[in-house]
Protein backbone atom coordinates (compact mmCIF):
# COMPACT_ATOMS: atom_id res chain seq x y z
CA UNK A 1 0.00 0.00 0.00
CA UNK A 2 1.74 3.50 -1.32
CA UNK A 3 0.05 6.59 -0.34
CA UNK A 4 1.53 9.82 -1.69
CA UNK A 5 1.84 12.28 1.15
CA UNK A 6 3.70 15.27 -1.06
CA UNK A 7 6.07 16.49 -3.68
CA UNK A 8 8.73 18.49 -2.93
CA UNK A 9 10.21 21.80 -4.64
CA UNK A 10 12.36 19.57 -6.45
CA UNK A 11 10.46 16.97 -7.84
CA UNK A 12 10.71 14.39 -4.65
CA UNK A 13 7.68 12.45 -3.40
CA UNK A 14 7.37 11.56 -0.16
CA UNK A 15 5.05 8.06 0.42
CA UNK A 16 3.77 6.10 2.77
CA UNK A 17 5.27 2.49 2.25
CA UNK A 18 3.86 -0.21 4.54
CA UNK A 19 5.00 1.03 7.87
CA UNK A 20 7.34 3.50 7.31
CA UNK A 21 7.82 7.12 5.67
CA UNK A 22 10.31 7.11 2.17
CA UNK A 23 11.65 10.05 0.41
CA UNK A 24 11.98 9.00 -3.13
CA UNK A 25 12.32 5.17 -2.36
CA UNK A 26 14.91 6.03 0.12
CA UNK A 27 13.56 4.79 3.82
CA UNK A 28 13.29 8.55 5.76
CA UNK A 29 11.31 7.85 9.09
CA UNK A 30 9.19 5.01 10.49
CA UNK A 31 6.95 7.52 12.10
CA UNK A 32 6.41 11.59 12.57
CA UNK A 33 7.61 13.76 15.15
CA UNK A 34 5.97 17.14 16.64
CA UNK A 35 8.11 19.94 15.76
CA UNK A 36 8.26 21.55 18.71
CA UNK A 37 9.81 18.34 20.50
CA UNK A 38 12.26 18.35 18.02
CA UNK A 39 15.83 19.66 19.26
CA UNK A 40 16.22 21.78 16.38
CA UNK A 41 12.20 23.64 16.35
CA UNK A 42 13.80 27.07 16.10
CA UNK A 43 16.05 26.22 12.50
CA UNK A 44 12.85 24.27 11.66
CA UNK A 45 10.22 27.33 12.19
CA UNK A 46 12.50 29.42 10.65
CA UNK A 47 12.86 27.37 7.42
CA UNK A 48 9.10 26.27 7.14
CA UNK A 49 6.78 28.44 9.36
CA UNK A 50 3.69 26.11 8.28
CA UNK A 51 5.42 22.96 9.37
CA UNK A 52 3.72 20.54 12.33
CA UNK A 53 5.62 18.11 12.60
CA UNK A 54 8.88 15.82 10.75
CA UNK A 55 9.15 12.83 8.84
CA UNK A 56 13.05 12.54 9.54
CA UNK A 57 14.51 15.64 7.16
CA UNK A 58 11.16 16.37 5.74
CA UNK A 59 8.93 18.93 7.54
CA UNK A 60 5.13 18.21 7.59
CA UNK A 61 2.13 20.53 7.73
CA UNK A 62 -0.99 19.77 9.74
CA UNK A 63 -2.69 18.51 7.21
CA UNK A 64 0.08 16.26 5.59
CA UNK A 65 1.09 14.91 8.91
CA UNK A 66 -2.53 13.70 9.29
CA UNK A 67 -2.39 11.74 6.32
CA UNK A 68 0.92 10.32 6.96
CA UNK A 69 -0.09 9.03 10.18
CA UNK A 70 -3.66 7.47 9.07
CA UNK A 71 -2.04 5.92 6.36
CA UNK A 72 1.19 4.70 8.74
CA UNK A 73 -2.14 3.20 11.17
CA UNK A 74 -3.88 1.83 8.38
CA UNK A 75 -0.43 -0.09 7.20
CA UNK A 76 0.54 -1.12 11.13
CA UNK A 77 -3.16 -2.92 11.87
CA UNK A 78 -3.03 -4.72 8.17
CA UNK A 79 0.69 -6.05 9.07
CA UNK A 80 -0.12 -6.52 12.67
CA UNK A 81 -3.45 -8.53 11.65
CA UNK A 82 -1.29 -10.61 8.86
CA UNK A 83 0.62 -14.24 9.61
CA UNK A 84 4.13 -12.34 8.97
CA UNK A 85 2.70 -9.47 11.75
CA UNK A 86 1.70 -12.64 14.19
CA UNK A 87 4.74 -14.23 13.22
CA UNK A 88 7.08 -11.00 13.94
CA UNK A 89 5.37 -10.81 17.07
CA UNK A 90 6.49 -14.32 18.06
CA UNK A 91 9.56 -13.73 17.31
CA UNK A 92 9.94 -11.00 19.65
CA UNK A 93 8.21 -12.18 22.22
CA UNK A 94 10.96 -14.86 22.39
CA UNK A 95 13.85 -13.10 21.75
CA UNK A 96 12.74 -11.18 24.98
CA UNK A 97 11.86 -14.19 26.60
CA UNK A 98 15.20 -15.52 25.79
CA UNK A 99 17.17 -12.32 27.26
CA UNK A 100 15.23 -12.09 30.96
CA UNK A 101 16.65 -16.24 30.85
CA UNK A 102 20.18 -15.04 30.06
Known amino acids: ?5 KTLSDGRK ?3 IGTAIYLDGVKEAEDIDPVIYH ?8 AAPDA ?17 NNALKAARAEFESSPQGLAERMRLVQKKALAARD
Open 14 to 16: LEV
Open 1 to 5: MTVLI
Open 52 to 68: THMAGRVPLTWEEALAA
Open 39 to 46: PNRERIAA
